[in-house]
């Protein structure tokens, strides 16, 4: 039996150390690695808030079959160096990681990027963190999701999509904003984390051209028993180390 390391996420082709990061590896980071459109003229990505890495490199693993390149930011020094680390362990090229204030970023440059993809922070403030590392990765004082939205705006191809993940009572005022900004939902998938649970997450993606009709999807993660359903299953199929093999109906 393979023993699986402490400090981080293992994943069939390579490893996320996260111990050095205010953000771990999550399965609301890995469903937007794995659901984010690529296709092959996807060439630039960017992540906002990129963490340890994990979205980045997912996207890249999707991606190595063709001509890319992978930038990742984030406002925390110690997340950017764990991200650097995790991508120099990998077998993927053509990825690069800065400490930078996204609102700074590439300031004076428009219409970069094929793709764009972040986690956001989305919890307003309220009761600070006792850890500072964490309340910037996780409230909206360090990037509110406007803020988010004009980076992104500014830095999209007319042709890219812009793709985020998000508590679901969140989904709507962020399309919203979006809309305000002239960037139009194309897609949107629902999770559920359970049968027996409400809507718990938004995976949304849009881009500077508006669409007759979006793509709207739902997803449940694990069934009544708890256990894993074939549709996750199937959407992390060439990430996650899944105990039984995946049979196709």
């Not at 120099?88 to 219409?111: G, W």
């Not at 718990?200 to 449940?220: G, V």
Request: net charge neutral.
């Amino acid at each position: 039996m393979t023993t699986l390391a402490k400090n981080g996420f293992t994943f069939k082709r390579f490893f996320i150390a996260h111990d050095k990061s205010p953000m771990k590896v999550t399965t609301d980071s890995c469903l937007l690695g794995a659901w984010a459109p690529v296709c092959a003229k996807t060439h630039t990505v960017l992540d906002i808030g990129c963490g340890c890495g994990i979205i980045g490199l997912m996207l890249a693993q999707r991606l190595e079959q063709q001509q890319y390149q992978v930038d990742a930011i984030d406002i925390d020094q110690n997340a950017v160096e764990q991200c650097i680390q995790n991508m120099h362990n990998s077998p993927f090229k053509h990825l690069n990681a800065e400490c930078i204030d996204a609102k700074n970023y590439r300031y004076d440059q428009q219409n970069h990027y094929d793709l764009i993809v972040s986690n956001p922070p989305y919890f307003d403030v309220a009761v600070s963190c006792r850890n500072e590392q964490r309340q910037q990765a996780r409230y909206t004082q360090s990037l509110n999701h406007i803020q988010l939205i004009s980076v992104a705006k500014r830095l999209l191809k007319a042709e890219g999509f812009f793709c985020v993940v998000l508590p679901f009572d969140l989904a709507q005022q962020f399309s919203q904003f979006c809309l305000d900004n002239h960037l139009y939902l194309h897609r949107a998938m629902t999770v559920n984390y359970s049968q027996t649970l409400p809507a718990s997450l938004s995976l949304l993606c849009y881009a500077k051209y508006k669409t007759d009709n979006p793509l709207m999807q739902s997803l449940c993660m694990r069934d009544q028993n708890g256990i894993y359903t074939i549709e996750f299953r199937q959407l992390l199929n060439e990430f996650y180390l899944f105990n039984k093999p995946i049979y196709k109906t």
